[in-house]
């Protein structure tokens, strides 16, 4: 995506996984999704503004942490992401049989 100079990618995740009211992922070990965090990283070096975004389809979840006893790797990968300054969105939604809105945005603090 670009805005004028800015320069921005960004990458979608699923969550489909809840447990004690947070969400987690991955569900299931994903090297594809360590692979597009590192991605992300390099990009910040290349000038690019990059955001992680988690498609929350639980109702009442809110928020998104790493799976580290499923995939300990991409829980490492997520960490190093953020302190390279890749920002975390959580994408609340209402999921229908033939659709599914975004009823929050809310950026990771």
Known sequence: MEKGNR???MEIKGCTLEENGKGLFPDAPTERGVKHLKELTT???EGFEC???FVIQ???VKEVAAN???HPEFAQALKEAKQKGVKVLFLETAVKENSL???KA???M
């Open 7 to 9: 320069k921005f990618l």
């Open 43 to 45: 990009a910040i070096d």
């Open 51 to 53: 955001i992680l975004g």
């Open 58 to 60: 639980i109702p009442g």
């Open 68 to 70: 580290i006893k499923t």
């Open 101 to 103: 809105k975004i009823l």
């Open 106 to 108: 809310t950026q990771e």
